[in-house]
């Protein structure tokens, strides 16, 4: 289906929704989840791909797991599910009382997880997180974008860790490419007993792509209709007495940081900047 009623009940087209709001059917009323890439867009049902039981074996696992991978490196106090009385919190696993980690399987909002880490910061205690779970896969999708983080060796980056398979999976250099902005990164895995590599590893960051804009892609911008879309064509014809897909002929496309909502075609055209909920970032814009 193309078009959703969002939270607020209003009817709202697929082109035009982003991945931190609640969508359901216009038919049934039933939760529908946005599915969108450089080609398509478009909602569909719900399906439960773990029940609530796996869900908390595989969580418990993971937990188990990174408390072993602790101890490889030589940590100590390791407290599960210490309550934080002040926050009324319980992180998943304190190291030291100084350091916490999440290991978050089951899938939650930008508002609820940036009231969770600047609930930590507001106790100056430093906080990774790690993605299993729902959130376990191969690639990264728009749904990821809000843990990630930033390091000077790895760029940006996010940990997910497959309790099944005892893995650390590394996506590093995470950037966003071309008109649309596609989403690019490296990934490399470490076995959960060979987190000292993880730690360890320098990634070569260096390396620029760019790419001209193709005929498939202006004219899928000239085709897409919308309030804001029509509003940015429209100034930027009187401010330039051409039309957008004219000026954006031949245009090459490197990449960016991947903080921003806007596709990197408005940014190019004038479009004010909108920036992902990111809550690790915070205010901070790192170099790529």
Known sequence: MYAALNQDKRLTNAVESNFEDKYFCVKCGRPVILIKNDNNAFFKHETANHNEENERDIHKKGKELIVDALKILGYQNIESEYYLKTIKQRPDIFINRKTIIEYQCAKINADKLSSRVESYHALKIPNIWILGGEYLSNKIDRAHLKFISYRKSWGFYLIMLDSEHEQINLFYSIKLFGPFNKIRYKQKSFLIEDIQQLLEFKANLNQSISLEINPYQLDKIRKLKGKKADALKLKFYQSNKQTVED???????????????????????????????QPFLRTKKEDN
């Open 247 to 277: 000026f954006l002929k031949q245009k090459k496309f490197g990449s960016l940081k991947p903080i921003y909502q806007n596709h990197q075609w408005k940014l190019i055209c004038g479009e004010q900047p909108e920036y992902l909920r």
